[in-house]
């Protein structure tokens, strides 16, 4: 799938848009302990457009604790595991990258984008587009929801959030807060030339130019990005959150299946 002109101008202009909220990402992870999810980054000379970094927006996550659901069956990993655990009946909180003027500005200048992502999802996902849907509006709604915040009114994706990963060159994993069925969605953008994904369970390299959109299932499939050839590299990457569906009480998406797309070209109506 390719993205009109129109919309990788509008993710590089909400790039730019970020550009602060990066560079203050990229200060606090100079005192973190580095991991593949906060290494990688590599600006040009003074910066470039965009800068480096990745920040992660959603309307309603756990906070400080990634939950995994698997089979029913709940693991939590995250710091401070034993004095601060958290539950699978907490509270859902609004990011706080989604509470600030950027953030909502970034919704404004890419809100086309969302309508785009809504209609590939629905598409290439009918089930996992009906109970994103669903935990939007629940979340909307206040359900599990700690305190309401106006930037809600704003998101119209269908996603659980998404990350905006800029200047990054990003190790081969599987991406564990979805659900196995779960699809992700993967938006390239920037001012680069030449840039592959590669998906090393299927054998495949994957064009990955200016405009590409990929929806992979990112926890069966082991995904990556080596490199990238001339100008900087955008990815902004949409994801389904299994434990926050699951706090909603909303069921896992059934595997997309060849009779889900003879449905959409039947002629019966």
Not at 144 to 168: C, E, Q, T
Request: charged share 20%; aromatic share 10%.
């Amino acid at each position: 799938m390719t993205l009109p002109i129109s919309e990788q101008v509008g993710l590089n202009m909400g790039a730019t848009i970020l550009r602060p909220d990066l560079d203050k990402q990229m200060k606090a992870l100079e005192a973190a302990p580095p991991t593949w999810r906060n290494t990688g980054f590599s600006a040009p000379p003074g910066g470039g457009h965009f800068g480096a970094g990745a920040v992660n927006f959603s309307p309603g996550w756990f906070q400080r604790l990634r939950d995994v659901r698997l089979n029913q069956f709940v693991v939590r990993l995250g710091a401070n595991l034993f004095q601060n655990s958290q539950q699978l009946d907490d509270y859902l909180y609004v990011s706080a990258s989604l509470r600030t003027d950027s953030a909502a500005n970034f919704l404004r200048v890419t809100e086309s984008i969302d309508v785009i992502s809504n209609a590939i999802t629905a598409l290439v996902a009918p089930r996992q587009y009906d109970y994103g849907l669903a935990a939007i509006e629940l979340i909307k709604n206040g359900r599990h929801l700690y305190d309401r915040h106006p930037i809600l009114d704003s998101w119209i994706s269908v996603w659980s959030g998404f990350a905006m990963i800029v200047n990054r060159v990003t190790a081969i994993h599987r991406d564990l807060g979805g659900a196995p069925e779960d699809y992700d969605l993967l938006f390239s953008s920037g001012t680069h030339n030449a840039c592959n994904l590669d998906v090393p369970d299927l054998g495949a390299t994957l064009s990955y130019r200016p405009g590409t959109a990929v929806a992979i299932t990112g926890r069966v499939l082991q995904h990556g990005v080596k490199t990238w050839e001339g100008g900087e590299r955008i990815c902004q990457a949409r994801f389904i959150k299994d434990a926050v569906h699951d706090r909603l009480g909303l069921p896992r998406p059934t595997w997309v299946n060849y009779d889900d797309y003879i449905a959409l070209i039947s002629s019966e109506h």
